[in-house]
């Protein structure tokens, strides 16, 4: 049996323990007609896609077999053949893009904690990171041959170059911080990369390397500001990136000897995903429109956006077909899950290349949720996604997203339609620190965790009450990481007890002891927002509601994979303990094998199921 191991020398097992009485199956109630939870879990995510150098092949990731396995197919549309076999689940939001050589005869990725170069003809992938403990982010140079990838050495980031055989690698560069998304020049003299110094944690800037003399250039020098994502034009003349400096993410220009700094888009709205024309002309990019993100074309000289596709659904990673006719393109709304499209420039029309939804699934009426916004306690508006239910059954659930630098949108979210059919009204806030609403929002729980944005899940369920169809007496907070650390601290911190019970997914409860045990990077994550504990001791003690454990008053179900190294699952057991000194009401399960996001269907049967089993008998009457 999997278990991990507290630093004290605690052994925490996979298990499933309660404390009070237990909530059993309702027999009086029965899935929706037309719905059972084996056919959700059977939908297979395509994702992470790249087109080939030629424009004749897609290479992208697809969760199915509990693997997230690379896969390539016609860019016309065909059957998929498989490249690679032992590629373990990643969360999709955590994972790689393959990357295709120059000639397009091999793929490089990420597995096994390696990179692993393979044919895409066919043929085994070799590792060619043996000289590291681990590597990732492999990124080819313009001939063909060499790589760059990404380590983790004396605790910092850093880029090596070595080639598709694994030869020792040289180290690039040497800075006082980490560097990360690494992009050769079209002529692979330089290294563009985005580098975070280790004194400004709220700093992001490009910065860009000359490979033969290692001479290094800040081409943005800006403190508490971030700036990422650097892509060249096709004549290495010019480097698009994102920048937080007007306020919003939006799209910059600087050319590679640091002159000519502009802001090229002025949308008031978050950009993502550029990707630069063959000709240079145009930047195609996602434009992420209160939740909806749209299709773009951003004009390269005066910075008119051009929409391809909007509508309610989320459009990512746009590559360019090789004559800049069409694009090929990631998208998914909340009636339909993530595929692969082809968009052509000039006129819109779209093929789908994919099909990963499934006809008894696409029979059921799926709901498209509404925009709705309320005021916190401060007065602050706080934008939250609406989900009402054909026949409600009276009871509700408010379910705030991870993060906390995220955002829920419109995309594929299957189980909060599972709800919806069984007749719950789902409300999915966007509270303070989430993004897209703009950085002063963003930044609105810095030095704040558990409190302003505490307040705007309350606030979300007392919007619930002016619903007539909702009984005020039985709507519920569930939560995934972040969302379930604000379960937790719902329950802990509202006077009114609001919330006839919650569900934690993988939350914490203690961000002191959590950030000592998780791993590097949510280390360094939390104290972009919250600064070090030992100079900020305070504020991450004011962010902990394991400390007003007594003031928990409802049931709370809680899981969490034991190989979890975002949220350690010690942030539950500590959660579990405290709760059982306290005499309060729980139900606790932990699952072996399972990292942050639980991946295995297995796991994502028995968690659901007992999610349902939970609010069915805590929040439905008889």
Known sequence: ??????????????????????????????????????????????????????????????????????????????????????????????????????DGRFLAFTMLDHVYVAPASGGLPQKISDFAASASSPVWLPDGHQLVVSVERNDQVQLLLTDRDGRWPRQIIQTPGDAWDAKPSPDGRFLLFTHRPFDDMNRLDIWLVELETGQLRPLTNTPKLRSWGGVWSPDGQQIAFISQRPAFNEVWLVRPDGSGLRQLSHEGADFADLAWSPDGSQIACSINRAGAYELALLDAQSGQVRTLRAGYGVHALPNWSPDGRCLTVEYEDPILPPDLYKVEVENGRTTQLTFSNLPALAANPLVMPEVVNYKSYDGLEIPAFLYRPAKSNGAAVVNPHGGPSSLYNFGWDIWAQYFVAKGYTWIAPNYRGSTGYGVTFEHANY???????????????????????????????????????????????????????????????????????????????????????????????AASPIAQVDNVQKPVFIA?????????????EEWVEALRRAGKTFEYKTYAGEAHGFLHKKTVLDFYGRMETFLDWYLLPK
């Open 447 to 541: 030095n704040d965790w558990g409190v302003g944005d505490t307040q705007d899940c309350l606030h979300g369920a007392r919007f619930l009450h002016q619903f007539g169809e909702i009984d005020k007496e039985r709507i519920a907070i569930f939560g995934a990481s972040y969302g379930g650390y604000m379960t937790a601290c719902c329950l802990s911190r509202d006077p009114d007890y609001l919330f006839a019970c919650g569900v934690s997914k993988y939350g914490d409860s203690n961000v002191i002891s959590s950030w000592a045990q998780c791993n590097r990077d949510l280390r360094l994550y939390t104290e972009i927002f919250l600064g070090h504990p030992a100079q900020n001791r305070a504020v991450h003690r």
């Open 1 to 102: 049996m999997s278990a991990v191991r507290n630093p004290d020398g605690q052994v925490i097992e996979e298990k499933y323990e309660r404390q009070g009485w237990p909530a059993v199956k309702r027999p009086d109630l029965k899935p929706p007609h037309g719905w059972e939870m084996a056919l959700i879990t059977a939908v297979n995510r395509v994702r992470n896609h790249q087109l080939s150098p030629d424009g004749e092949q897609i290479a992208f990731i697809w969760d199915r077999e509990e693997q997230s396995d690379v896969y390539v197919m016609p860019s016309a549309g065909g059957w998929p053949r498989r490249i690679s076999t032992r590629r373990a689940a990643v969360a999709y939001w955590a994972d790689e893009i393959p990357q295709w050589s120059p």
């Open 560 to 572: 969490h994979g034991l190989d979890d190294t975002v949220v350690p699952p010690q942030a539950s």
